[in-house]
């Protein structure tokens, strides 16, 4: 296969040929005063609140950021046949982005910037703003040396893996020191943004919307995990989940993915990373990686879903930073799970959904994951809350008029 061949076919031979010398092993990470001790594992409430309210941060202790551990070097990928991803000169990618001009920045996380730009369909041709296929460009910082391996990991697995509910990878460019990958691009940005970072006077994420995106990123995960060989997400949040025109929601960000247990394995044994909150208790005391370590991230962000509010909010009163700590006791009782709902929805959601939806995310959280939910349980008992139409509005409004006595008739003299 020529070198243009290559550059557009996108094989993963082609792309092991770049990272050659690049991507080498790493001895094992030390232990240091900031990593994080792995204790036996308790079930509790105390013992769940010491390690998961903490400041919302990565995980994993600055030593080890940049080292591979011994699971984490074994990994290979899934399948390297398929040719399905185009190869980016820089160029290409510096003129499709306008030169990576600020004003086309998306957004920036640990790996570096994303940017907005455009190519010509099914090619790597860069093109007028405005014209061609939209896309979004990531940019690995080139001192970002976990960045790499984290960039590695998405060509394995986005590179391989395709469902609705999976962003879908166009290509990749590895050219000296730059390492970018592109995307395509979903114009509503994240969840992350539509439920905290809405404009003030703006309207609140309805409630309907809310069901979709869940449904749909409970899909992908139940794809993640029910494949022949399957896979563990391992860093499942609302910046994640990101939103097509039509709020179909689409998992993103595959540099922690890790392949999961195969044959009478019962877990892969891994350093902790991911982002405190969002973590299963278990993984972050033992490092034993699990698909019900997916569960329940997945339970987190549904309360996020639900009642608004982050995982880990430091500015609210202390008993009610920790998100799942604050909102465990209302979940058994649906009565006091309406005092969950996210004010700003008001009375415009289902009364029946909020209850499913406690229900559901009270059986993520459950601190046995043995006992947690598979995602394609999740994703059957989500799939009827779509047709619910029992609207608190409507409840609330019947009985106030049930309530207030009819008017008296004036007397006559």
């Not at 079930?43 to 010491?50: K, P, S, W």
């Amino acid at each position: 296969m020529g070198v243009e061949s290559n550059r557009k076919c996108g094989c993963w031979a082609a792309i092991s040929r770049g990272i050659g010398g690049v991507c080498k092993t790493s001895p094992e990470a030390t232990a240091s005063p900031s990593t994080i001790t792995r204790a036996s594992l308790v079930h509790d409430a105390a013992t769940e609140v010491r390690y998961l309210n903490a400041s919302n941060r990565e995980m994993n202790a600055p030593q080890e950021t940049m080292l591979s551990d011994k699971m984490d070097n074994k990994s290979t990928p899934r399948d390297k046949s398929g040719c399905t991803l185009l190869q980016f000169t820089f160029q290409e990618l510096k003129s499709a982005t306008g030169n990576f001009r600020p004003d086309s920045i998306l957004g920036e996380g640990g790996f570096g910037y994303v940017f907005k730009g455009w190519i010509e369909e099914n090619s790597t041709t860069p093109a007028k703003p405005g014209t061609g296929v939209t896309v979004a460009v990531k940019s690995l910082k080139p001192d970002a040396l976990q960045g790499h391996r984290e960039w590695v990991a998405e060509i394995d697995f986005l590179g391989q893996l395709h469902h609705p509910n999976l962003v879908r990878l166009v290509g990749y460019c590895i050219e000296d020191d730059q390492r970018l990958l592109v995307y395509e691009f979903m114009p509503r940005g994240s969840l992350e943004n539509h439920i905290f970072r809405s404009m003030s006077g703006s309207f609140p994420l309805p409630w309907s919307n809310r069901i979709k995106i869940a449904i749909g990123a409970a899909k992908g995960l139940a794809f993640l995990h029910g494949g022949a060989k399957p896979v563990i997400y391992r860093d499942f949040k609302t910046s994640n989940i990101l939103l097509d025109t039509e709020y179909n929601a689409k998992l993103s960000d595959f540099g922690l993915a890790k392949a999961g247990p195969e044959g009478d394995k019962t877990h892969v044994s891994t350093r902790v990373v991911g982002t405190y909150g969002y973590a299963a208790p278990e993984y972050v005391m033992t490092g034993h990686l699990t698909s019900k370590s997916d569960v329940y991230s997945f339970g987190v962000v549904l309360l996020e879903i639900l009642t608004g509010r982050r995982s880990i909010d430091k500015k609210r009163a202390h008993g009610e930073q920790n998100l799942v700590a604050w909102a465990r006791p209302f979940l058994g009782d649906n009565r006091r799970l309406l005092h969950l709902v996210d004010p700003h929805l008001e009375l415009n959601y289902s009364v029946k959904g909020v209850q499913k939806v406690g229900q559901i995310a009270n059986h993520c959280l459950n601190r046995d994951s043995k006992t947690r939910p598979s995602m394609d349980e999740v994703v059957k008992n989500l799939m009827p809350l779509q047709d619910l139409n029992d609207l608190a509005y409507n409840s609330f409004r019947s009985r106030s008029s049930q309530r207030t006595p009819p008017p008296q008739s004036k007397s006559t003299r």
